[in-house]
């Protein structure tokens, strides 16, 4: 059995958080995107941040590049995001996800499906 690379989790924790959005209620509206406490989910965040940068006139690796920064900021808490070995990690993965071109379409079109919302 191989083992699951930090790709495989990213790619698996946005799945989740897309079947959950999709699986809420109708009629919730934006509102479904923030959490009881009023933090915005992980998916809403991700969005937003690609949207910013899709309207900034960034280019595809740094939507993809916040969108990573987002998803393992919110796995590894916010207190790593400014951490240089952090930084270092974020490139990795984004890189790695670039590296496969099929993976890295479908990433973006995730990417532009969550910034449309």
Not at 53 to 79: K, N, S, T
Not at 84 to 100: H, I, N, P, S
């Amino acid at each position: 059995m191989q083992p699951v690379s930090i790709l495989d989790q990213v790619v698996i924790q946005l799945r989740r958080q897309l079947e959950a959005r999709d699986r809420r209620p109708a009629g919730t509206g934006p509102a479904a995107s923030a959490s009881p406490s009023g933090a915005v989910s992980l998916p809403g965040a991700v969005g937003a941040a690609s949207a910013a940068v899709q309207e900034a006139g960034g280019d595809a690796y740094g939507i993809g590049r916040i969108a990573v920064e987002q998803m393992l900021g919110a796995e590894f808490g916010p207190e790593v995001v400014n951490d240089a070995e952090f930084q270092q990690v974020v490139d990795q993965v984004t890189g790695m996800l670039r590296a496969d071109s099929a993976l890295w379409d479908e990433f973006m079109a995730v990417l532009d499906t969550l910034a449309r919302r």
